[in-house]
């Protein structure tokens, strides 16, 4: 259901949701707050599912991510929480993640600078942060999706979807592990002292 | 109580645990299994506080990293789980961590490899896992102590002590993000495409 609701808010900017047994939909108003508007879906998603889920000890815990521009307005970005409430990219937190985030993120908060980071280095940024996270979560693999979003553009021009052994994401990794591997031998060698208890003790470590 | 347990046990080699009201001690046996006697005193802990903590809603929910080398034997390190198991490290996985893993982790999967890494180079990994961690969690911070074992010297010469604002740190730090941000700079642009959906929806994200 969620993700029809997706696909067709996506596609027609309608909400849809099932309420007594019954699909209904309703045209979403961008001008007030879409995230807003997908939030009360997630809630009645929630309302329906909720029991089900919880009888086979699982949470309701769908995360959602929404980016879009409307004309005449700026572009915005945001997640959606299970709980239905949205929260925004900011200049300070100008990145938004959702799932498995906490390996893939470093990166990102080493990369992404509001206004300073171009769009293509971005995309790199992105897709680093996706390979670190396949490195040390065997679970999490292609297929990747990227969209570059060009503010004002209205055009969906700059897509691209990277299957199980693309070329181009295998090199990018075979690459970025050379250079990673390079940078930390280029680095100085740290220096070191004897342990304070070296000398009372210096059987243990 | 842990705290006085693993500071008695790596200096005297005792296991101080408290039964019945009385602090007791006795003598640890590393040859049958260090690891299972810490394990069973974090049991005896976890018997003594788990009441009083779940009163409030805390788990009980202590890690212990513990490493070290009997002569006559390889080294060996264990994390021990707050229920008591010990998890070995191994050729596949050689390094174990504890508290704020993930975002720390890409970096050490990608650069340390068993009997090839030197330990310089470890000792650099190490660091730039920490880095990464403190970089994406702010409750993570210095000090950080380092610690190199060379197998079979029996002896702790090799010791690092990082405080707050420490020039070396700061160095590395520093080096560490122009290479990162370079090495980004020198990976190919990606190719993008239309989306599919560019003709028949071009407004949205």
Known sequence: LLDELVRAFGERRWIVYRQDGDVHRRQAAWRLSVACEVGEAVRQVSDLDRAALERDSYNFNV?????????????RTFLIYPQGNPLSSTEDSPFLQLGECKYG??????????ESTSLKSAAKYALLSFDATMRSNVTVGPPIELLLYTKDSFQLDNYRRFRDKDPELETIHALWERSLRNAVEDLPDLNFDRHPAHDSQPVLL
């Open 63 to 75: 995360h959602l991510l929404l980016g879009g521009q409307v004309r005449g307005e700026g572009p």
């Open 105 to 114: 993120r470093p990166i990102l908060d080493r990369g992404i600078v509001y």
